[in-house]
C-alpha cells in the first residue's frame, strides 16, 4: 500500500500554495493508496479530514509536522497543540501516552553542510539525540536533493533506524514525488501507526518508479 506520509496544503501551511483538492486530485491521478496532511505545527481535526476522505474517495489521515529545537518531526496521534511541543523530550512523552509514531522529516537540515563530506557529517549528526526518540527516519524526501538524501539514508544504516519517504509537496508539481510503501493494508490513522512502529514498510521513489 503506497502512502505520501509527508503533505502540506493551504492556508494551515502558511508556506503552501497547494490546496486540498489539488493534492488529494493529483494524489489519485498518481495512484497513490492514501495520503497524509502533516502541515506546520498545525492540527487538523480528525472528523474534517474523514469528510475530506469520503468525498473524495481516498484515504486521508491527520498528521502534524512539529518544529522542535532539534529540527522537524512528523507526527501521527496527536490531535492538538500544547505548550511545549518544541521540546523533544516533552513532544515524545506526549506521543508515548497517546502510542502515536515520530519520523524525524528531512534530518539532513541544519546537519548537512555545502562543503563537507557525507562521510563525516553522518559522524557528526549521529551524536544527535533526537535519533533516540524517533521511529523512523525521512531518506527520500521530494524536495532534497540526491546528496541530501543520501546524507539521510547513509544516517539511517549508521544508526540502524528504519526509514520513509514523503513528497514534502508543499506545491503542485510536488505532489506524489516519493512515498512510503506499506507491507500490509491500512484504512485509518491507528492502523497506520501501528505499521510505523511496527516497521513494517520502506521508501520509495515514485519519479524513478514511473520513468521506469
Not at 476522505?53 to 518531526?73: A, F, Q
Not at 555545502?114 to 526518540?133: G, K, M, T, Y
Not at 512510503?180 to 497506520?192: A, G, H, M, P, V
Request: proline content about 4%; glycine content about 6%.
Amino acid at each position: 500500500m503506497i502512502i505520501d506520509i509527508h503533505n502540506h496544503t493551504m492556508p494551515r501551511s502558511y508556506d503552501s500554495l497547494l490546496t486540498p483538492e489539488d493534492l488529494i486530485r493529483q494524489a489519485k491521478q498518481a495512484g497513490l493508496d492514501a495520503i497524509c496532511l502533516t502541515e506546520h505545527d498545525f492540527f487538523w481535526e480528525p472528523a474534517v479530514v474523514e469528510e475530506l476522505s469520503t468525498e473524495h474517495g481516498l484515504l486521508i489521515l491527520p498528521g502534524v509536522e512539529i518544529n522542535i529545537e532539534e529540527g522537524h518531526v512528523l507526527v501521527f496521534g496527536l490531535e492538538r497543540w500544547v505548550y511545549g511541543m518544541h521540546q523533544s523530550a516533552f513532544l515524545k512523552q506526549m506521543v508515548d501516552e497517546v502510542g502515536g509514531a515520530m519520523i524525524l522529516a528531512h534530518p539532513y537540515r541544519r546537519q548537512l553542510y555545502p562543503d563537507e563530506d557525507l562521510d563525516s557529517a553522518v559522524e557528526r549528526a549521529c551524536q544527535n539525540h533526537i535519533f533516540d526518540l524517533v521511529d523512523a527516519i525521512e531518506v527520500l524526501n521530494g524536495k532534497a536533493t540526491a546528496k541530501e538524501n543520501s546524507f539521510s539514508l547513509s544516517l539511517s544504516g549508521k544508526l540502524g533506524l528504519k526509514t520513509t519517504g514523503g513528497s514534502d509537496a508543499h506545491f503542485p508539481r510536488e505532489v506524489a514525488s516519493c512515498a512510503t510503501l506499506f507491507e500490509r493494508s491500512i484504512s485509518c490513522l491507528q492502523e497506520l501507526i501501528t505499521e510505523l512502529k511496527a516497521g513494517r514498510f520502506r521508501p520509495i521513489d515514485l519519479r524513478k518508479e514511473s520513468s521506469s
